[in-house]
């Protein structure tokens, strides 16, 4: 230690008389050198010295003399001061220190002398640290029981800081996985967490001014963290089943944001290790253009940050955009320029929309319908005093009250629920119009239209029947934006759905509307004949819509996901033309598969390694049928979710936080409830907090 004691320059005891500058100056030579550095590692240029002293603000020389006394082992340099005995054996690599947490200060980064006034207060703090610490007992040889102690101790403060952090993490969590503004939230409700729990009020109350964790970049630095984490978890995923089974799916969109801005959304349907498809989340761009090009950009790059090979794509799914599923100048083409073997599959769910579209277009009295429900939203929506009327007849006739549904403008399936409350409050209905109209007023008139309409036996009549086959057609399309869905499991409902509208009895239907309407229905010049034909019609042209929609393009691929469950004879030149396969080596292989006893499951052929192994080719086509999606549902809901986030309270939004904040409500795990039993959330949920801790501490921030 002896050799970390410096030569101090003469220090003025209480009893003497301070020496003056030209008294200093006038001894020996060094005495100038000695006073300005104090450890003997100073230019012998004179004046060098004082051009680097001009060029830094004046120390305060008697604090810097007093440390010295107090702290022997500090070191004088150009800008400052540092550590001699830490910065020694940190060159040497016998000491670790968080040179990107802390910034090396006293290590590598001198404490600077235009802070000299506090450097007695920072030189104690450094003196007392447990790497100081640490490195004079180095200095020693004595790395016994006296470092144990050192280590036990900052390991316990290490734990207790740990454990706060990731409490504070939690609660940041809890504003992102709900979709609460994050910057204005964080200070209340970290208040209102240190008044319910006194160990985080205790805690937050020890904290330094400069590191309280209370301000809105301690939670922005959460979210980054904390999407950093989960998009390297789903990028891991996509990977290790790449891996596996060598291929995925990819899904796209674009869409305008409340902010005006254009985004594109991407998720990608992967298999896990059981071999069941999962569709995740995988990544949100803004556009500057929403061109083929453009979006084939932005794809190449996000696939390229996550390391994986776009070539590996053995599908996508698109919604009918012309710059997305153009087959010669769109994304799916300029896709399949390197892999010729990509298979597009057009969204079921849009397929749906577009023929039932396109069938109501052609007939009257179904847009006639739909032009009665959109009214009839309107007029109660634009007056709450009506409104509350309907609501007050609701609960005289019927105990409860019941809105109306707004039928969606751009998802025609969304009349379903629309039709279905009308129906259920039809007598209401009819009461509080007719009301309205007697009553008079400024929409007295639009109330008489309306129930004009409502009171028609035809318009009732009606509404039963799409009631009966929008219920069909909902179910289906939510079958359809299921993430797990199959397309055989998709193909045999729609098959199914197809057949029920078939079945279906326009007369019979007309007698059960009889049976139900309210007693205020009039008859009108529609004869119930003329209604059946002009029903039968239209259930006629929806279900030739379906069956030439839904089963285009992929009607062979469903047949041949049937057989392969039901063991029939397949005839394999077709399929394997598709996905790039050898025919006969198929056809061999199915050969000995047919013969097992047990039924053939599409996730164990594609997922058990020793089917992989002796049935090569059939496993790989059950891997590119698995991961074939259904739709782009997944991407709907990640703009659904984008709508909600980008709200006008928060629209300054970087992209960045927006992908992170997606990341998180899709892909996050959920926090744990307290009486849950089954400990897999938490346990998930614990090793989430952890990775995001680890990702926050390699930040350089103060703790």
């Known amino acids: 230690m002896d050799r970390f004691v410096r030569k101090r320059p003469r220090i003025i005891d209480d009893g003497e008389t301070r020496e003056s500058n030209s008294e200093s100056n006038s001894n020996t030579p060094n005495g100038a050198d000695r006073a300005a550095t104090c450890d003997g590692e100073h230019d012998d240029n004179e ?7 001009n060029e830094l603000p004046a120390p305060d020389t008697r604090n810097a003399r007093s440390a010295y006394v107090e702290f022997p082992w500090l070191k004088s340099v150009s800008n400052g001061w540092l550590c001699s005995l830490c910065s020694q054996q940190y060159a040497e690599g016998k000491l670790f220190a968080d040179i990107k947490r802390t910034g090396g200060t006293w290590v590598v980064t001198p404490f600077s002398k235009s802070k000299s006034r506090k450097l007695k207060e920072k030189a104690s703090q450094h003196g007392q640290s447990y790497m100081h610490r640490l490195a004079l007992q180095k200095e020693h040889n004595q790395l016994g029981d006296i470092d144990a102690e050192l280590s036990r101790q900052h390991i316990g403060r290490d734990e207790a800081t740990a454990s706060m952090i990731k409490k504070l993490i939690s609660s940041a969590l809890y504003l992102f996985i709900n979709e609460i503004p994050h910057t204005t939230q964080w200070p209340e409700l970290l208040s209102l967490l240190a008044l319910v729990v006194p160990e985080v009020e205790a ?8 590191a309280h964790y209370m301000s809105a970049t301690t939670v922005t630095l959460f979210l980054e963290c904390a999407g950093v984490v989960v998009m390297n978890d789903v990028n891991e995923k996509v990977r290790n089943s790449i891996s596996k089974y060598g291929a995925f799916s990819y899904m796209g969109d674009e869409s305008t944001a409340t902010s005006n801005h254009q985004f594109a959304t991407h998720c990608v349907r992967y298999l896990d290790e059981l071999g069941k498809p999962v569709e995740t989340f995988f990544g949100f761009t803004e556009l500057t253009q929403t061109t083929a090009e453009a979006i084939k950009t932005c794809v190449d790059d996000l696939f390229q940050r996550a390391d994986i090979d776009i070539n590996k794509m053995t599908s996508c799914s698109f919604d009918g955009g012309a710059n997305y599923a153009g087959c010669h100048s769109g994304v799916q083409a300029l ?3 390197n892999n010729p073997a990509l298979f597009y599959v057009h969204c079921r769910a849009h397929l749906l929309q577009l023929a039932l ?3 109501s277009q052609k007939y009257a009295f179904i847009k006639s319908v739909l032009s009665v429900l959109n009214s009839l939203y ?10 509350r009327h309907l609501e007050e007849t609701q609960v005289a006739l019927s105990g409860r009250s019941q809105k109306l549904v707004q039928p969606g403008k751009a998802r025609w399936l969304s009349y379903s629920r629309s039709i279905a409350v009308v129906l259920k409050q039809y007598s209401c209905i009819l ?11 400024d929409l007295a008139s639009e109330a008489g239209g309306l129930l004009l309409e409502l009171r028609k036996h035809s318009t009732f009549s009606t509404m039963y029947y799409l009631d009966i086959v929008l219920q069909a057609l909902a179910k289906l399309s939510q079958l359809f934006q299921s993430s797990c869905t199959t397309l055989q499991h998709a193909m045999s409902s729609a098959a199914g759905t197809i057949t029920f509208m078939k079945e279906i009895d326009s007369k019979q239907v007309l007698n059960d509307a009889s049976l139900h309407k309210p007693a205020e229905l009039v008859d009108d010049l529609v004869s119930s004949q003329s209604l059946a034909s002009d029903i039968d019609k239209f259930n006629v042209t929806v279900v030739a819509n379906l069956g030439e929609r839904l089963s285009k393009g992929v009607d062979q691929i469903a047949k041949v996901m049937v057989a392969l469950k039901d063991k029939d004879d397949i005839d394999f030149a077709g399929i394997a033309k598709v996905f790039q396969l050898d025919a006969t080596v198929l056809a061999e292989e199915w ?7 047990e039924a053939i499951d599409l996730c164990q052929l594609a997922s058990c390694s020793r089917m992989r192994a002796t049935f090569p080719s059939l496993s790989a086509l059950a ?3 698995l991961l074939l999606p259904v739709g782009t549902a997944t991407c709907e809901r990640s703009f659904s979710a984008m709508n909600r986030v980008l709200n006008a309270k928060r629209s300054s939004l970087t992209a960045n936080h927006l992908e992170q904040l997606l990341f998180i409500t899709h892909e996050a795990p959920q926090i744990p409830h307290p009486r849950n039993t089954n400990s897999t959330p938490a346990e998930t949920f614990d090793l989430f907090l952890t990775k995001v801790y680890k990702q926050y501490m390699s930040h350089n921030h103060r703790v």
Do not use: C, D, M
């Open 378 to 387: 309107a007029y109660f929506s634009r007056h709450p005093k009506k409104q």
């Open 357 to 359: 579209v396109h069938a």
């Open 431 to 441: 009461i509080t119009l007719e009301h309205e109209h007697k009553t008079g007023g």
């Open 591 to 597: 050969k000995y598969v047919k013969r097992g006893r």
């Open 47 to 53: 004046h060098a010295s004082s051009e680097t002293q």
């Open 335 to 337: 896709l399949r320029k």
């Open 623 to 625: 891997v590119r049928l």
């Open 203 to 210: 805690w937050l109350v020890r904290r330094p001014a400069n």
